[in-house]
C-alpha cells in the first residue's frame, strides 16, 4: 500500500473549501469516536480503566466534548488547560494535571477543581503541601531511568527531566503518608510515537514490579497506575497502528503476575493519550499557491510551519495527497514548502507526489494531534481555523482562523504615534 484512504472525497473538500478558506485543519468524529470505543473495549478487563485525553495534543473543547461522551477524562498540564476543562464543566477526578517545573497557581488552581495531581519531583511534596496544602490523593510520576529504553522523541528517560528517580519514590510516598495523604496513584510515560504493541507490556512490567514494592514496604494501597501516552501512530503507509488488543494482552499479562499475583486489591488502569486517540483523525489542507524551479522543485502552500510544526522540528513524516490526482502516472520530486524566512519551512523533502499546479488541493494527513496546537505566530503568520466533520458529514467550525486584530492586540501602538511627514 502507497496510499492511506481519506473519510472525504475531491468534491466534499471543495465545497467545504467554497466555505471555509485554506488553510484550514480538519477533524473527522467519526473516526475519532470508532477509535475511542475501541480503546475503551480493549480494557474492559480492568474496572475503572479511564484514559485522561492529552489535551495539548489538539485543545478544542468540541473534541474533547466528544471524548467525554466516550468516555474520557482530560490530561491537563497548564493553567489555560485546565480552565478549558473548567469551561467544558469537567472537574474532580475526571481530570489529571501532570505537570512539570509548576508554579504555585497551577497548583492551586489544579487543587481546587478537584483534579489528581500528579507530582514530577520529590521537591514538590513539600512546595505543594507549603503553598497550597496536600490533597487527599496524590500521584507520583515515575523516570525508570536506564531500566528502561526510550525512544527517538522523548530521548532516554535517564536524559529525561521529568519524574522521580527509583529511590525517590520510596522516600516520597513515605513523606506523602507522614504528612496525612490517603489515595496514592503512580505514572510512567518512558516513550512517545511508539509503534511496537509490545513495548507497553515491558512499561507495565515495571510499573507492576514497583507497585508490589511500594506496597509491601511502605503498607499502602494503590487505587490507579497511569501508563502515560505514547502510543504511536502509522504516519507513514507502509506502518502499522498499535494492535490495542494485544497492547492491553500484554499489559494484562503482568497484571495479573505483578498485582494479583502478589495479592494485592485491583487497581485501576489509566492512560494519558493524545496522538493515538485524535492524530490520525485530523487533517491540513492547503491549496497550492506557487511552484518553483530552481536547483530542485518546490511546491509552495497557503500553510506554514505554523499550522504543523512536527516535520521541521522533529524531522516527522506527514504523509500528502492530492485528492483527484494521486492516481496519475507522471509523478515528480518536490520540496512542499510554506511561507516562512526558514529554510526549514518543509511538509516534506524529496516527495514523490503528481504533477502539482497552483491551485491544487493538497491534505497533508495525521494533523489531528499536536498539530494546530503547536501553531506559533513567528513571522507574523496567523493560526488556522479547525472544521469538524460530523457523522453525518455536516462541516461545522470549532475555531476560527486568527485575524491580524488578534495579532496586533498585545501590542501598545499609543506610544508610538505614526510619524509625519
Ligand atoms: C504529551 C504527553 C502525553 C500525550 O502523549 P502522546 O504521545 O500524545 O500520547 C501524555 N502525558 C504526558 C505527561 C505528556 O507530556
Redesign the pocket.
Known amino acids: 500500500m502507497t496510499d492511506k484512504k481519506l473519510p472525504f472525497s475531491k468534491q466534499t473538500l471543495e465545497n467545504i473549501i467554497e466555505k471555509y478558506p485554506t488553510p484550514f485543519h480538519i477533524y473527522d468524529e467519526k473516526g475519532m469516536r470508532a477509535y475511542a470505543k475501541r480503546f475503551v473495549k480493549a480494557f474492559d478487563w480492568n474496572e475503572g480503566f479511564k484514559e485522561y485525553y492529552?489535551i495539548?495534543?489538539a485543545p478544542n473543547p468540541y473534541l474533547m466534548k466528544i471524548l467525554r461522551q466516550e468516555g474520557f477524562g482530560i490530561?491537563c498540564?497548564s493553567i489555560a488547560e485546565l480552565e478549558l476543562a473548567e469551561k467544558i464543566g469537567m472537574s474532580g477526578e475526571e481530570i489529571m494535571f501532570?505537570s512539570n517545573d509548576t508554579p504555585a497557581y497551577e497548583y492551586q488552581k489544579a487543587v481546587s477543581m478537584g483534579a489528581i495531581i500528579n507530582l514530577d519531583d520529590i521537591a514538590h511534596i513539600q512546595y505543594l503541601d507549603e503553598n497550597i496544602g496536600l490533597p487527599e490523593l496524590v500521584c507520583c510520576r515515575y523516570n525508570p531511568g536506564s531500566l528502561k529504553e526510550g525512544n527517538a522523541i522523548i530521548g532516554h528517560p535517564e536524559e529525561a527531566k521529568y519524574g522521580f528517580t527509583r529511590s525517590q519514590l520510596f522516600e516520597g510516598y513515605q513523606m506523602l503518608i507522614d504528612k496525612g495523604v490517603k489515595r496514592f496513584g503512580i505514572h510512567t510515560?518512558v516513550a512517545?510515537?511508539e509503534l511496537d504493541s509490545d513495548y507497553f507490556g515491558g512499561t507495565a512490567q515495571i510499573l507492576f514490579e514497583l507497585i508490589a514494592e511500594l506496597s509491601q514496604k511502605l503498607n499502602i494501597t494503590f487505587e490507579f497506575a497511569n501508563l502515560?501516552?505514547?502510543?504511536g501512530i502509522p504516519y507513514k503507509p507502509e506502518q502499522k497502528e498499535v494492535d490495542l488488543e494485544k497492547m492491553s494482552a500484554g499489559i494484562k499479562a503482568n497484571y495479573d503476575k505483578y498485582i494479583l499475583g502478589n495479592g494485592l486489591k485491583p487497581i485501576k488502569l489509566y492512560f494519558?493519550?493524545?496522538?493515538?486517540i485524535t492524530g490520525p483523525y485530523g487533517y491540513l489542507i492547503s491549496t497550492v499557491l506557487h511552484i518553483k524551479d530552481t536547483y530542485k522543485k518546490y511546491a509552495g502552500l497557503d500553510s506554514c510551519m505554523a499550522n504543523l510544526m512536527r516535520p521541521a522540528l522533529y524531522g516527522s513524516y506527514h504523509h500528502i495527497s492530492v485528492p483527484g490526482k494521486d492516481e496519475l502516472s507522471n509523478k515528480i520530486m518536490y520540496d512542499v514548502t510554506g511561507s516562512l524566512c526558514e529554510n526549514n519551512d518543509k511538509f516534506a523533502i524529496n516527495r514523490v507526489l503528481p504533477k502539482l499546479e497552483p491551485g491544487d488541493i493538497v491534505v497533508i494527513h495525521d494533523t489531528g494531534?499536536?498539530g494546530h496546537s503547536m501553531g506559533f505566530n513567528y513571522n507574523g503568520k496567523l493560526r488556522s481555523a479547525e472544521l469538524l466533520m460530523r457523522e453525518n458529514g455536516d462541516v461545522i467550525q470549532i475555531r476560527r482562523a486568527e485575524t491580524l486584530d488578534d495579532y496586533f492586540v498585545t501590542l501598545d501602538f499609543s506610544g508610538v504615534p505614526a510619524f509625519k511627514v
Open positions: 492529552a495539548k495534543a490530561d498540564s501532570t510515560m512517545s510515537n502515560g501516552g505514547g502510543i494519558e493519550s493524545g496522538r493515538a494531534a499536536h
